[in-house]
């Protein structure tokens, strides 16, 4: 048991420390950097999860590739194995792994699928860097792995994404292709770190839904960086790297990496306690797997309901992923090639999930709160 623990522990440093040697403007550009690394472009296809958010489909398709989308397994919220290897054609050169909310994806499963036919497995690590599945933490199972450090992920370093690279020749070619990208321009370095400074001053669970909804008025209107880019076309984000200020302020929160460990626990057990409804349903997590969350997931039917009456009371309940391509409404899901129908579980589950904070702003008092909202 010990040594397993070491074990374990030396492999999560060894993940920390890579953190900020490849970064990128987003998350989303180091998946891109990773596929393009890996050689895919037009004409290809990359299988990835439905129940994930726009930045996964459209760091595939700056590529040139298209996106395969696979449905969620039965009860939990990561990609099911079975429907992988049902819908692999010939034309997919990459699959990627999302370990959402921080839960870890069915590893060992789906590397039956993909190793026997040589498809590299990239992990998508946006929600966790410190979860284990049999013992080794995530981001080492696959060719690669891509974090994100924008709001709402377990280190917020205002927007900026990484790589890390477990394969030799590959991190060679990811690490060329981060050298070619620019620095973003000081003007919207500048809105970045203005956004950062208001983030760190406004945001606290009890505020949750008044600064997501000015922060969604103000992306809208442009004077804020929002989430997402247009469907059509390529956005500019794909030729940038992670500016200065922001990677240094990565640097500088890596070094507190434990106790954001340690406090993401710890508020996850008293969720684990002090939800005691039965109509709070958890998400399945694999045999082998501890996850450590970046928000802790429940599956509740009256969902609308919930979340009305959590913005009434200024509780913070997210309602993400609200469709299986979050945020795009049915309309839009041909844009990135989602078949209505495709992916079932997917679409079901988009519709019961909720998810509670587990960040460095969450006190006692928001814990009771929301376990007293849960609970009613
Ligand atoms: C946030 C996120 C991304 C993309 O990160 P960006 O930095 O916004 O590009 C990708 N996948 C998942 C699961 C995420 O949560």
Request: aromatic content about 8%; some cysteine.
């Amino acid at each position: 048991m010990h040594s397993c623990l070491q074990r374990k522990w030396r492999k999560a440093i060894d993940i920390i420390k890579e953190i900020p040697k490849i970064t990128f403007y987003r998350g989303r550009v180091g998946l891109y950097a990773i596929l393009k690394a890996l050689g895919v472009g037009e004409g290809d296809e990359v299988a990835t999860q439905a129940f994930t958010c726009l930045a996964v489909p459209e760091g595939i398709m700056a590529t040139g590739a298209k996106p395969l989308f696979i449905d969620t397994e039965e009860g939990g919220v990561n990609m099911c194995p079975l429907d992988l290897e049902s819908k692999l054609t010939d034309k997919v050169k990459a699959v990627v792994v999302q370990h959402t909310f921080g839960i870890p994806a069915q590893i060992a499963p789906i590397r039956s699928v993909t190793d026997p036919r040589g498809i590299p497995m990239v992990e998508d690590c946006c929600h966790t860097f410190a979860s284990t599945y049999v013992n080794q933490v995530v981001g080492i199972f696959g060719v690669g792995a891509f974090y994100s450090f924008e709001w709402g992920k377990p280190i917020v370093a205002g927007i900026g994404g990484c790589a890390v690279i477990n394969d030799p020749d590959l991190r060679r070619k990811v690490l060329d292709i981060a050298d070619s990208m620019v620095s973003p321009s000081w003007k919207r370095v500048i809105k970045i770190q203005l956004q950062y400074w208001a983030y760190e001053r406004l945001y606290k669970p009890s505020n949750y839904w008044k600064v997501r909804s000015a922060f969604q008025k103000l992306a809208r209107s442009g004077a804020a960086e929002g989430n997402y880019n247009p469907t059509e076309g390529i956005a500019d984000d794909f030729t940038f790297n992670m500016a200065k200020p922001l990677r240094d302020r990565l640097v500088e929160k890596l070094k507190s990496a434990s106790e954001i460990v340690e406090r993401a626990k710890r508020i996850a057990e008293k969720y684990d306690q002090g939800v005691v409804n039965k109509e709070m349903v958890r998400p399945t997590v694999p045999d082998g797997a501890i996850p450590v969350y970046a928000r802790y997931p429940l599956l509740y039917e009256d969902k609308a309901r919930l979340l009305a009456r959590a913005e009434e009371s200024n509780i913070e309940i997210a309602d993400w992923y609200r469709t299986p391509i979050h945020p795009l409404g049915e309309e839009n899901w041909r844009t990135v090639g989602l078949e209505k129908g495709s992916c079932p579980r997917a679409e079901q589950l988009s519709k019961r999930i909720i998810s509670l904070p587990i960040n460095q702003k969450v006190k006692q008092e928001d814990i009771d709160r929301t376990l007293g909202l849960l609970n009613e």
